[in-house]
């Protein structure tokens, strides 16, 4: 079935570094791309979608300076949490879409930030 | 706006009990319906979905039907295993592509309802 890894799991930085969390689908070409948080206990929620080749598209609240993102290829999505700060610790969630699979997303394991 | 509500949690049922997780969703259209399972230390993976109305989707013994008219969408099996305690998430997908194309495919996730299953 079709796989989304994430690298790293769990990355520990200090306040005020950036950090930069990839994700990759290694056996299907993803045309989309999408990046949730989530908190303890609670839910995803989606902070933005990302299209190979074209810019993200980032949710209500969500701060388009301080998350970036990058979709260079169709199995390469990249979150960059620029001056992280402690209340960007969180779970960092990406699933990824496949051509003509409309209702399929496959998600990433996640990757653990805490910001010291 | 596309909301999912979740029955809340946790849920505590010993080994071959039945299981209900109540999923209501509010939508413009016709929806596709998900329920998606986190088990600990890993990624969500999707354990089941229905596009239409009176859709039943099933997989592992799990099944949901889709209620258009009470715009539900419950998660059932009928009897558990240990190993079936997890996260459980109800989801909802727009009916295609809208206007501008940003939200085709975008998920709406319910709050999750953790599952023990105690031997």
């Known amino acids: 079935g079709a796989v989304v890894s994430q690298h790293p799991s769990r990355v520990i930085c200090k306040s005020g570094t950036s950090v930069k969390i990839e994700c990759r689908s290694l056996?299907?070409?993803?045309?989309?791309m999408f990046w949730y948080r989530q908190f303890p206990k609670q839910s995803l929620m989606l902070m933005a979608t990302?299209?190979?080749?074209?810019?993200?598209?980032?949710e209500q609240g969500v701060e388009k300076d301080k998350f970036l993102i990058n979709h260079a290829s169709l199995t390469l999505s990249t979150l960059t949490v620029t001056s992280a700060h402690p209340e960007d610790s969180s779970f960092y969630i990406c699933?990824?879409?496949?051509?003509?699979?409309?209702?399929?997303?496959?998600f990433g394991p996640g990757t653990r930030l805490t910001v010291t | 706006g596309n909301s999912v509500t979740q029955m809340e949690g946790p849920v505590t049922l010993s080994e071959e009990a039945f299981l209900t997780i109540n999923c209501t969703y509010t939508?413009?259209?016709?929806?596709?319906l998900f329920w998606y399972v986190q088990y600990p230390g890993e990624g969500l993976q999707l354990l089941l979905k229905?596009?239409?109305?009176?859709d039943k989707g099933s997989n592992k013994g799990f099944e949901a039907t889709y209620r258009k008219e009470t715009t539900s969408f419950h998660l059932e099996k009928g009897s558990v295993q240990v190993s079936d305690s997890a996260v459980y998430f109800c989801?909802?997908?727009?009916?295609?592509?809208?206007?501008?194309?940003?939200?085709?495919?975008?998920?709406?996730f319910g709050q999750g309802t953790i599952l023990t299953v105690h031997p």
């Open positions: 939508a413009t259209g016709y929806p596709s």
């Open positions: 056996d299907f070409q993803a045309t989309t």
């Open positions: 229905a596009t239409k109305a009176d």
């Open positions: 990302s299209n190979e080749g074209s810019k993200a598209t980032y």
């Open positions: 699933s990824a879409r496949g051509m003509g699979r409309a209702y399929e997303q496959y």
């Open positions: 989801a909802l997908s727009p009916p295609g592509p809208v206007a501008g194309g940003t939200s085709y495919g975008k998920l709406t």
